[in-house]
């Protein structure tokens, strides 16, 4: 944080109440910040609590992988999460039993607990599955990263209840406070000894455009995982009418950082079922939630994709195109559909190589983006058996693929495909002459220009901040 922001956060400080553990969680954070301390020494502090004590043990196993051998004591438990795993939990514990509920009128204690405990859940699965971070480091920041909006609360709870309502939350808390919750968040992270990565994530874990990480690079990637977490916990936490309103950008989100529907659904029904032990285990209101497919649904989502207003990156239609769009999953279908008939296009689908090919025969299109992997017949197959027929030599072809070797891109472009688009969240060039040999031939000016739009158009969903120069 800046100079001037550290001042402003010293200062909410001095009006005291912060939110701060207590009494055993007090002495284990002071005694693990010790160099020489042991082991032996917090299980000990931990075992002379008997209610922290049950609770480490609990959570321990909650935080292990299922299938591994049960952690039976509080011994056990700092051997395998560590002392200094141990120590953020301690502080997390403390802060949920000492903050359940406030004088704060217009917070809602219970349901900003679901929220951060899902939001830990969920940067834990993900981050294991994308294998990006740590994943019990990752639960903990999720845990704790909106902390600050439980310290207004707490240290101005008649003023800050007026601020709740206000649709931009962070302008007005700094036109009433002078700091916003993120701020006093990375603030408190920073006084607890929580490493610079987690001060600068909790700052943009909301708005991670308008962090400094370069797009690509590591900590980048996590901040994104972080601020999607943080989003699937808000559609976890909410009411059902509101849920339904929530998940359409949640699956753009999802494209954005390479999680398709088959995984946001095995990640989503995971964070649901140990939401439900975590709300057990820390006494908090979680709202019933069914499964995650149903709520993926893509039928019952329709009309809600349907009425995305003004969707970044829109580009106006020079010449409307016949697009084939081939993918296997069904939400990144709609999706792609959804963005493309907004721009005015007519958009078929199919879910694999083989239904496509039937669609090319009823009416061929313009432009296909297809996905690479897909059952019974892959983009790959699909692309030669298209090129075999002469009439369709002038379709112009997007590969969509993870695959960044380059034999495997040399195998789709002398498969037919005229380019790619990389998933999850980088357009990569390829060499001019792929492009310039297939598609100078093939596609009038103003036709062209369109493919390009349409490209841009779906890039900048994939990837908002950099979509490459040449679809411009």
Not at 87 to 99: C, G, P, T
Not at 205 to 224: K, V
């Amino acid at each position: 944080m800046s100079k001037a922001v550290d001042q402003q956060f010293e200062a909410f400080k001095a009006h005291g109440n912060l939110p701060s553990p207590r009494g055993v969680a007090l002495q284990i954070i002071q005694l693990a910040d010790r160099d020489d301390t042991t082991i032996g020494q917090i299980a000990r502090l931990i075992g002379s609590d008997p209610v922290l004590a049950g609770n480490i043990v609990k959570v321990a196993n909650l935080l292990t992988h299922r299938g591994s051998r049960p952690i039976a004591s509080v011994t056990d438990a700092v051997t395998i999460q560590g002392i200094k795993s141990v120590r953020q939990l301690a502080l997390s514990l403390s802060l949920v039993d000492a903050h359940r509920s406030g004088a704060c009128a217009g917070f809602d204690y219970q349901k900003f607990w679901a929220h951060s405990v899902c939001t830990g859940i969920a940067a834990q699965q993900i981050v294991a599955n994308m294998q990006v971070g740590v994943a019990d480091e990752a639960f903990l920041l999720g845990l704790l990263s909106q902390i600050g909006r439980l310290a207004l609360a707490a240290v101005f709870p008649a003023e800050y209840a007026g601020v709740l309502t206000a649709d931009n939350l962070t302008g007005a808390e700094h036109a009433a406070f002078g700091i916003d919750h993120n701020q006093i968040t990375a603030g408190m992270l920073a006084d607890w000894g929580m490493p610079k990565l987690f001060q600068e994530i909790s700052l943009h874990i909301e708005h991670p455009e308008a962090s400094e990480f370069h797009e690509g690079e590591r900590n980048w990637r996590f901040l994104q995982l972080m601020h999607f977490s943080d989003r699937l916990a808000a559609v976890c936490t909410a009411e059902a009418s509101e849920r339904y309103r929530l998940i359409p950008r949640l699956m753009l989100l999802a494209t954005r950082v390479g999680i398709e529907s088959g995984t946001l659904i095995e990640i989503g029904d995971r964070v649901i079922a140990s939401l439900r032990e975590w709300s057990a285990l820390l006494g908090i209101f979680v709202p019933a939630l069914p499964p995650f497919e149903e709520m993926l649904n893509a039928d019952s989502m329709a009309s809600e994709l349907l009425g995305l207003d003004a969707l970044p990156g829109s580009l106006p239609v020079g010449f409307k195109l016949r697009i084939l769009l081939v993918d296997d999953d069904r939400a990144i279908r709609l999706l792609y559909k959804t963005l493309l008939e907004k721009s005015g296009h007519t958009v078929t689908t199919a879910c694999n190589g083989r239904e496509a090919l039937e669609c090319l025969k009823a009416s061929p299109p313009q432009l296909i983006i297809s996905d690479w992997m897909m059952p019974e017949m892959d983009g790959i197959e699909f692309c030669r058996e298209l090129r075999k027929n002469p009439e369709w030599h002038k379709i112009y072809v997007f590969i969509v693929t993870a695959q960044e070797s380059t034999d495997r891109l040399i195998e789709a472009f002398e498969a037919g495909a005229n380019d790619y688009l990389s998933k999850p969240s980088i357009l990569k060039c390829w060499q001019q002459g792929y492009v310039q040999r297939n598609a100078s031939c093939r596609c009038r000016r103003r036709r062209k220009k369109t493919v390009c739009n349409c490209v841009s158009l779906l890039m900048n969903w994939l990837c908002p901040t950099s979509v490459c120069k040449r679809w411009r």
